[in-house]
């Protein structure tokens, strides 16, 4: 009977405390709360408008980047990859695609840098560890015979947040295959021959 009393008691002061913070807005403070929470960007591509030829200025897209934070890390970043305006001739084509190290603008897609790359490692897959790619790597997108590119990829290197975010940065999507670090040239290693920057975005958190 003491028990039975005892679990009376205990579910008697759960219940007005659970009360109590319902009514007076109780919070535990900013230290101890553990939310998890998606964060996004959005990247609005435009044509590259240092180029001289007319195929090109119809690109238009957005790429939006998705990632959810906890307090123990980050899952991997998503990426959906949305363009049209490419040149519909009839063949599948695969274009280079990667975060550049600047997101200035000023001379187009010229002035937005390097692919970024804060550790100082060659170009590579976007499969390969951290030690063979560079962060910016996010290999090829495909476009289809009617000038689309449709897709999404997931990264576990790249992030909207931590030191090395990828937050105000640039996409670039370039006119070549990417060959992934693979080729035979030291241009591999540094760019993986992709060619001419056919169009460009900054990376702007939404």
């Known amino acids: ?10 579910f008697i002061f759960v219940s007005l405390f659970a009360l109590c913070c319902g009514q007076w807005g109780w919070r535990l403070p900013p230290g101890y709360a553990c ?7 959005i990247c609005r591509l435009r044509p590259n408008p240092t180029l001289m030829s007319s195929e090109y200025r119809d ?14 890390g980050h899952y991997s970043l998503q990426v959906k990859i949305n363009i049209a305006g490419l040149p519909a001739n ?3 084509d695969y274009h280079g695609i990667h975060v550049h190290e600047s997101g200035d603008m000023s001379r187009g897609c010229e002035s ?29 997108v495909v476009k289809d015979p009617f000038g ?33 670090g693979r080729g035979i040239n030291r241009e591999s290693l540094r760019t993986g021959n992709a060619g001419r920057r056919l169009a460009c975005c900054v990376i702007e958190p939404l």
């Open 1 to 10: 009977m003491a028990v039975w009393r005892g679990f009376e008691c205990l």
């Open 35 to 41: 939310v998890e929470r998606p964060v996004q960007a």
């Open 59 to 72: 690109i238009q897209g957005i790429v939006i980047f998705t990632q959810r934070i906890t307090c123990f």
């Open 90 to 92: 009839g063949t599948w």
């Open 112 to 140: 937005m840098g390097p692919h970024y790359n804060p550790y100082g490692t060659a170009h590579g897959s976007p499969r390969d560890p951290e030690s063979r790619r560079h962060v910016g790597d996010f290999g090829n």
């Open 148 to 180: 689309n590119i449709q897709g999404a990829l997931f990264d576990n290197i790249a992030s909207l947040v931590g030191r090395t975010s990828i937050l105000r940065r640039g996409v670039v999507l370039h006119e070549m295959q990417d060959d992934l």
